[in-house]
């Protein structure tokens, strides 16, 4: 018979030894979001980008970092949240996705969690073709809240993004 200790060493070292993923956690509006911290190049607050004229209301226009040209993605709008403000705790969260440099904004940054394998849900799958749930790889729980993980790659290069790029796979 083993020892509660034990066993309790043995969770502890199972616990440890799971593969662990980190997650850049934000907020859009009500909800919590997480992404890869690997796609991650930096945050920056937000300043008004450059207008491009006929482009879709999620994209906000460019804006030169450090001489390359950036497109500004608002996800709030992209996700159809109302009346997306920009305020001091408005973010930009500057990405690396498909050999390309955009940028993201959203309401505020949270926090970099570490998050095991067992420790994400699948997305349930919904019957409603208006729903398109191929850009969430997973929920979590945490604090009692739950977090919607994005595969923001698919997101990024889907093509309605008008980010696809012929020469990426």
């Known amino acids: 018979m083993q020892q509660p200790a034990y066993r309790a060493a043995q969770a502890s070292q199972r616990e440890a030894e799971a593969p ?6 934000f907020r859009l509006g ?3 979001y997480g992404i890869e911290i690997l796609k991650v190049q930096e945050i920056r607050g937000y300043e008004a980008p450059t207008s491009i004229a006929n482009a879709p209301d ?19 709008v992209k996700f159809r949240l109302p009346e997306p403000r920009y305020d001091a705790f408005t ?5 690396n996705v498909a050999s390309r440099v955009v ?6 940054v949270s926090d970099v969690l570490s998050l095991a394998t067992d420790e994400i849900r699948a997305t349930p799958e919904f019957a ?5 749930s191929r ?11 739950l977090l919607i993980l994005l595969d ?18």
């Open 20 to 25: 662990r993923s980190e997650f850049l956690t």
């Open 30 to 32: 009500p909800e919590s």
């Open 58 to 76: 999620f994209i906000k226009g460019v804006t030169n970092l450090r001489g390359v040209i950036v497109p500004i993605l608002d996800l709030r």
């Open 91 to 95: 973010v930009v969260i500057i990405l």
């Open 103 to 108: 940028g993201v904004v959203v309401d505020s």
């Open 128 to 132: 409603s073709s208006t729903f398109d």
């Open 135 to 145: 850009y969430i790889t997973g929920l979590a729980t945490v604090d009692d809240a």
């Open 152 to 169: 923001i790659e698919k997101l990024m290069t889907g093509a309605d993004m008008a980010l696809v790029d012929s020469a990426v796979h």
